[in-house]
């Protein structure tokens, strides 16, 4: 058999994203809508703060004098502001986040104040100033554009709208996958393993990989190493947007999947990827559905998830910027140039830098759950020395989301 020749990485991924467009738009409640990416720009409902305010806790000082002793003539709560206007020699008790009032100019911090019934005066501990005030629409201005469409909100950005006067979000809805695990020695049971069985980790760690992206998450299988069981598992999932597939994408009697997508009637769009783990990955379409074929062995099933599945996933959700990015980082590990096909090897940081993890097995999901970052190896690139700089992609602390 004449094997298609491996593409390389980028253009696997672009082939890949362009086969979808963002999903529908709906409008969600903004807590709701957190994991989920804005379908339009959106701008500011209102300016932020919308007032002078003062920044710590103490005095609001009129004008004029700013040596003291002061009259202090009422107070200014967080949402309770002073209603009259300071005339020179006056102040007002402020707490932090209330509105300056009217005639005030600087404020004293508590700690640099001694008061005595209603007379306040400097301690010799600090003065007056205007920087502990912050002016109205420091932070944005009412219109300005907040965050743009494609932007996917987290936790920040939504505090964000919220700030800005929105209470429901324009969104791209999610998409739905089913995930396939297939192979005659998958045991569904990790507890119950016969000696010619393994757990079937991958389907479990890809649909968790996706979680974040989806609105449902189907679980197909372990399916037999039969066409029929392939065909059969394939239909059960006819109706998500997305179906992955682990195992069987390699070229062995027993690898299925590409026979079976066929005969289900998708087309194979590409397969095998020049990229080291990973080389069997395989992407199919049927109608408006997307068929991604991943290599079985565990490492290369977690490493082409987070290469392709999530870029996918990113760009249905209506994600501008759907490919991880890269970050140089010292390595502590000479590395031998790069081969034929790009490398994802895997790495741990140790204070601030990277080093190789002995272990690059694909099968070796011990050094996976260990590594901290891939470390991408470009084809043909030249030996590292130690120290050297190399990119690498985080696959913990937030590097999934
Ligand atoms: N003659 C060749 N053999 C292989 C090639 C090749 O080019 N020529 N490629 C190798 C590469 S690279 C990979 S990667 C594997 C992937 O092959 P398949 O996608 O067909 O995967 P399987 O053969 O079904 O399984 C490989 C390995 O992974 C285990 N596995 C499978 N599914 C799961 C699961 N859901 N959970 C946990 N582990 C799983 C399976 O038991 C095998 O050990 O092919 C090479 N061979
Ligand atoms: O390309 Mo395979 O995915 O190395 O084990």
């Not at 081969?339 to 011990?366: P, Y």
């Amino acid at each position: 058999m004449s094997l298609p020749a491996p593409i390389p990485v980028e253009e696997a991924q672009q082939r890949l994203c362009a086969l979808v467009s963002p999903l529908p738009t709906e409008g969600i409640v903004a807590a709701d809508a957190v994991g989920r990416c804005l379908a339009e720009d959106i701008e500011a409902r209102r300016t932020q703060p919308s007032a002078d305010l003062s920044a710590m806790d103490g005095y609001a000082i009129a004008a004029g004098d700013h040596s003291g002793p002061w009259r202090i003539v009422g107070e200014s709560a967080a949402g309770h502001p002073f209603s009259g206007t300071l005339a020179t020699g006056e102040a007002v008790r402020i707490s932090t986040g209330a509105i300056m009032p009217h005639g005030s100019d600087a404020v004293l911090l508590q700690e640099n104040a001694t008061r005595e019934g209603d007379t306040l005066s400097l301690n010799d501990e600090g003065n007056p100033t205007p920087r502990h005030i912050r002016r109205a629409g420091f932070d944005f201005e009412a219109g300005e554009t907040l965050l743009r469409k494609g932007a996917r909100i987290s936790p920040a950005q939504l505090a964000l709208a919220l700030s800005g006067g929105h209470g429901v979000l324009p969104v791209h809805r999610l998409p739905s996958i089913a995930v396939l695990d297939s192979g005659d020695e998958l045991g569904a049971d990790p507890e119950k393993c016969e000696a010619h069985q393994i757990p079937a980790s991958n389907g479990p760690a890809i649909a968790a990989l996706a979680r974040p992206f989806v609105s449902e998450c189907l679980r197909i299988g372990p399916v037999k190493d039969t066409m029929d069981a392939m065909l059969g598992g394939l239909e059960s999932a006819a109706r998500a947007d997305v179906i992955v597939t682990s195992g069987g994408a390699s070229v062995g009697d027993h690898d299925l999947v590409k026979p079976a997508l066929e005969r289900w009637g998708a087309t194979i769009d590409f397969w095998r990827v020049a990229m080291k783990p990973g080389k069997p990955l395989m992407v199919a379409r049927r109608a408006n559905q997307v068929i991604l074929g991943l290599p079985g062995n565990p490492v290369s099933s977690f490493v082409t998830a987070y290469l392709f599945l999530l870029p996918l996933l990113r760009r249905m959700a209506g994600a501008l910027d759907m490919l991880p990015h890269p970050v140089a980082m010292a390595c502590l590990t000479p590395l031998p140039a790069g081969g034929k096909r790009t490398e994802f090897l895997r790495g741990r940081i140790v204070n601030g830098k990277v080093e190789l993890i002995e272990e690059q097995d694909s099968s070796a999901l011990r050094a996976l759950a260990a590594a901290d970052v891939l470390i991408r190896r470009d084809i043909g690139a030249p030996p590292t020395k130690a120290n050297d700089s190399v990119e690498i992609y985080r696959i913990r602390n937030g590097g999934i989301a």
